[in-house]
């Protein structure tokens, strides 16, 4: 009954040990079959926390554009260690988060409409959303909105990015 279980689990998609477990606990099965079941299935490949980490960093900052504080939060949820959260968290480096940042920006500024300030500030927190640190977000946009236009780039050039980017980290302590 358990294999069972863990098999219909994994036929939907990837499980971590931590999620097979909670769905066997739900049905029941008691910690000691369910440690049996699940020690067969890490011996034999059948789950890997590693593995799963590093396919959802991959498919969910490609994806959503995720950054790394967003998709370390997730893999937590998912009952992923930490050590191996943070070994397929450091495959996605500061450079590419800065490059999906500008990316994500640039793809909503184009049908974005208002006052450059308006728009400044629903970019960041968007980019927010998805787990960018302040500085980051900041910049992304800024370099954005200075490449839109010429009145876009006079707005761009009043915005101290690190400034900013210090002033946030004040208010997140």
């Known amino acids: 009954m358990a294999r069972e279980i863990c098999l219909r689990q994994l036929a939907v998609r990837p499980r971590t040990r931590a999620e097979l477990a909670a769905a066997l606990a739900r049905r029941g099965i008691s910690e000691e079959t369910a440690a049996q079941v699940l020690d067969r299935y890490d011996e034999v490949g059948i789950i890997d926390d ?26 937590r949820q998912r009952g992923v260690d930490g050590d191996t959260a943070s070994e397929a968290l450091d495959e996605l480096d500061e450079t590419t988060e800065a490059e999906t940042a500008r990316a994500l920006v640039e793809r909503k500024l184009r049908t974005a409409r208002g006052e450059p300030d308006a728009v400044f500030r629903r970019l960041v927190g968007m980019l927010a959303r998805k787990g960018y640190p302040a500085g980051v977000a900041i910049r992304a946009v800024k370099d954005a909105i200075a490449a839109q236009s010429a009145e876009a780039a006079e707005f761009a050039e009043q915005i101290d990015a690190d400034a900013l980017a210090d002033a946030e980290g004040e208010i997140d302590r």
């Open 50 to 75: 590693a593995a799963f980490a590093r396919a959802w960093v991959s498919s969910r900052h490609a994806g959503r554009g995720l950054a790394r504080r967003a998709l370390a939060n997730e893999l």
